[in-house]
């Protein structure tokens, strides 16, 4: 897992700990000394930590014109031990929503197991979005996460699972994959109202 880095072909566009709107505005990080783990495991030292044990993020891009943020997760998302998504909503998200940011997309190709517990912090976050004409989209989870996001009802807060698996998303821009969930997410809802 040490050698999985955050994407950085967009670092010429934005880098979160130079962004002063950044919830991990000011990290330094070293290109050596692996210290971050996933149980015994170390993973790559750009990825950030926000107080799980278990699950680490790296915001990709944000656009505060559009409001929309890009963010990539690895690790173990483990709301019934570890309550990440309290420390995810906590420290990252409400963080961002202070800025306007209500539209997120969340990459996790590197979320290897999830295990829900409750849906309450899931439900504040679509909430805080809705109000913003704002949306939380899962691209790119693999099968069985997925399964056990739909267990869990996830689906009545964030969007997940088909259209959103196998999305080619680095060959983008941040501003073109933003375009194509956006359509994506209105073909959606399209097809609910008819």
């Known amino acids: 897992m040490h050698d999985i880095e955050p994407y950085y072909h967009w670092r010429d566009l934005y880098i979160a700990s130079e962004d002063e709107n950044s919830p991990f505005y000011g990290r330094t990080y070293s290109e050596f000394v692996f210290t971050n783990k996933i149980y015994n495991y170390f993973i790559h030292p750009q990825w950030d930590g926000f107080g799980s044990p278990t699950?680490?993020?790296?915001?990709?891009?944000?656009?505060?014109?559009?409001?929309?943020?890009?963010?990539?997760?690895?690790?173990?998302?483990?709301?019934?031990?570890?309550?990440?998504?309290?420390?995810?909503?906590?420290?990252?998200i409400d963080p961002m929503l202070k800025h306007n940011i209500s539209k997120y997309i969340i990459v996790a190709e590197n979320v290897l197991n999830f295990h829900a517990d409750g849906d309450d912090y899931y439900e504040e976050w679509g909430q805080d979005t809705i109000e913003e004409n704002g949306w939380v989209c899962i691209l790119n989870s693999l099968e069985h996460v997925e399964e056990e996001m739909k267990d869990a009802r996830l689906e009545l807060h964030v969007h997940f699972g088909e259209p959103f698996v196998d999305i080619k998303w680095r060959i983008m821009k941040p501003q073109q994959l933003?375009?194509?969930?956006?359509?994506l997410l209105q073909k959606q809802t399209n097809r609910l109202t008819w």
């Open 178 to 183: 933003y375009g194509m969930i956006k359509q």
């Open 55 to 92: 699950l680490y993020t790296k915001i990709l891009f944000v656009d505060y014109d559009e409001g929309f943020a890009i963010m990539e997760m690895i690790g173990e998302w483990n709301d019934a031990i570890n309550n990440d998504i309290m420390f995810l909503k906590r420290d990252v």
